[in-house]
């Protein structure tokens, strides 16, 4: 092997390496862990509220407690990287109301989109207690 075909092979070997790590460092995602309670401020066309809802976050796996004007329900959902999602179905004086909430979230805020079937769409903002 001549000097510049080994030169080659080593300028290309240390190439693909720094290759590798941009890539790791690039997909490693930031993990906010949102386990806490958290105070609501939703906004719908069937009006507003002010919910209260712990989480409790087991890697990208959410479960948790809703507290509102809806009533009490429990809940399970996802959080992965910034993004939530959570779902509960709460019995709202017999009728049963299915939420979703999704959005983003930091280690003491939260903001989203809200949807209430049968109720309506709307939005969200929370703060960490």
């Known amino acids: 092997m001549t000097s510049m075909h080994r030169r080659t092979v080593v300028v ?3 190439m693909m390496l720094m290759l590798a790590l941009v890539t790791m460092r690039g997909s490693a995602q930031v993990k906010t862990d949102v386990t806490g309670k958290w105070a609501f401020n939703v906004e719908t066309a069937a009006g507003s509220g002010t919910p209260s809802i712990t989480f409790k976050q087991d890697g990208e796996k959410l479960t948790g407690h809703y507290t509102g004007q809806l009533g009490e329900s429990d809940l399970t959902g996802t959080m992965k990287g910034a993004e939530i999602a959570f779902t509960f179905t709460i019995d709202a004086q017999g009728t049963m109301i299915k939420a979703t909430y999704s959005g983003t979230a930091d ?15 709307g939005t969200f ?5």
């Open 12 to 14: 290309s070997a240390v």
């Open 107 to 121: 280690k003491d805020s939260m903001k989203g989109t809200v949807v209430l079937e049968g109720l309506g769409d």
């Open 125 to 129: 903002t929370a703060k960490k207690q």
